[in-house]
């Protein structure tokens, strides 16, 4: 039998550091007697605390509170010079991108078009774009802690090359994570955008807790492309290849049975509910548009002008193209909650965005016609670029857990 191990005074102090960094990480400048309130350590321990936090660079003092009853008292911030983080969403067309404080401020952006699909030096192109977010906020690309990417496709973790995705040209290298962190000079981890997409859903969206948290659900992505990040017990399933979550690839119902499969926006639900495939839905209703969201977009206003009222015209054109999406989206979504059972299916990318309410109210009828279980169905709250702000995350997890655990020698 195992005899519990007490816990030592530098293992006590570091958890009691965490605990009060992690305090003011949630709840911004405060002062000593409210960190002993809220960690639970009394006042003459939580003045040592930050004192070693402040020697140790990770808190700045931050002014004084007054105009409340007792003393006044010395306010204290993490301080976000302690580290940079760099987020990257690369596309074909372009790398973005930020640069954030170790507080989660975000003090640097760049966007570097790659046009072009030969002779492509992705490490090259990856330096320039760092070094553009990185001058944005005063440093140099050597100061970043971490940078985390997000890409359109998946690194398999048993062969280390990147899949899913024959359209970024340059990035099917051996050891790709290896090779740019080397030729960068800064840690890197690469991730699926829509798994990055769910990251930021989790911290700040409708999968958050307390409001709509969920540990177990979906997130589907339709832009060009169809993807979906699976999280379950509150953690990303990537899969055995990386490649969780590529239900473009599967056949769909209605669609023409596709064998070896490679290329990329293809497969049957690809071809269903795609971009492509939505755009010519829309236009097959009356409604145009340069791209699949806009065409969406209009057709859902037509609706909701309709409102309650008999539709007719463009509103009874608008309900039939908005009705046989859902259909599409339903079903497809109907063979991930057989398997998975989520709580929660949170619907983004530009296109499902575009369908706002009226697609998403639809989505759920059709959803909740086909399986037991009725998952919440809800569009994503994350506002600006979801995979900057998941990569952000995740970067910011990762250094934050390195940085927090050497405030104790």
Excluded: C
């Excluded at 005063?138 to 048993?158: N, T």
């Excluded at 473009?248 to 119902?253: L, Q, S």
């Excluded at 009705?323 to 929660?344: F, I």
Aim: proline share 6%.
């Amino acid at each position: 039998m195992s005899v519990p191990v007490p816990g030592t005074p530098s293992l006590l102090r570091a958890i009691n550091d965490r605990a009060a960094l992690l305090a003011l990480l949630d709840r911004g400048p405060l002062t000593r007697p409210q960190i002993s309130d809220l960690t639970g350590i009394s006042k003459p321990t939580a003045s040592q605390l930050l004192a070693r936090l402040e020697e140790a660079g990770l808190v700045v003092r931050d002014g004084m509170r007054e105009g409340l009853p007792g003393r006044t008292a010395e306010l204290y911030r993490i301080n976000g010079a302690a580290a940079h983080v760099a987020g990257a969403d690369v596309t074909p067309a372009r790398i973005r991108v930020s640069v954030a404080d170790l507080a989660g401020t975000v003090v640097g952006e760049h966007t570097l078009p790659t046009p072009g699909r030969t002779g492509v030096d992705v490490v090259a192109r990856m330096a320039a774009a760092l070094d553009g977010a990185a001058a944005a906020a005063g440093l140099e690309r050597g100061r970043l802690d971490r940078a985390v990417v997000g890409i359109q496709g998946a690194v398999d973790p048993a062969t280390g090359r990147l899949g899913y995705a024959s359209h970024i040209p340059g990035w099917h290298i051996p050891d790709l994570v290896a090779t740019l962190g080397g030729g960068l000079g800064v840690p890197v981890a690469i991730e699926n955008d829509v798994n990055l997409a769910a990251l930021a859903e989790r911290a700040g969206g409708q999968a958050a807790p307390p409001g709509g948290g969920a540990a177990d659900f979906v997130l589907l992505w339709v832009a060009d492309g169809v993807g979906m990040a699976v999280v379950l017990n509150g953690a990303l399933h990537r899969g055995a290849t990386g490649g969780a979550g590529e239900i473009g690839y599967m056949p769909a119902v209605g669609a023409p049975l596709m064998r070896d499969v490679r290329r990329t926006h293809t497969g049957g639900v690809h071809s269903r509910t795609g971009g492509a495939a939505v755009l010519r839905l829309m236009r097959e209703h009356g409604f145009r548009g340069r791209d699949a969201a806009t065409a969406l977009g209009r057709a859902a206003a037509d609706v909701e002008t309709a409102g309650r009222r008999t539709a007719t015209g463009a509103g009874a054109r608008a309900e039939r193209a908005l009705t046989e999406l859902a259909t599409r989206l339903g079903a497809t979504l109907a063979t991930v909650v057989g398997v998975l059972d989520p709580a929660l299916v949170v619907l983004t990318g530009d296109v499902l965005r575009a369908g706002g309410e009226p697609l998403r109210a639809r989505v759920q009828q059709h959803l909740h016609s086909l399986t037991i279980p009725r998952p919440k169905v809800r569009l994503s709250t994350v506002q600006g670029n979801p995979v900057l702000a998941g990569a952000l995350q995740q970067a910011l997890q990762e250094t934050r857990d390195a940085v927090f655990s050497t405030t104790v020698p």
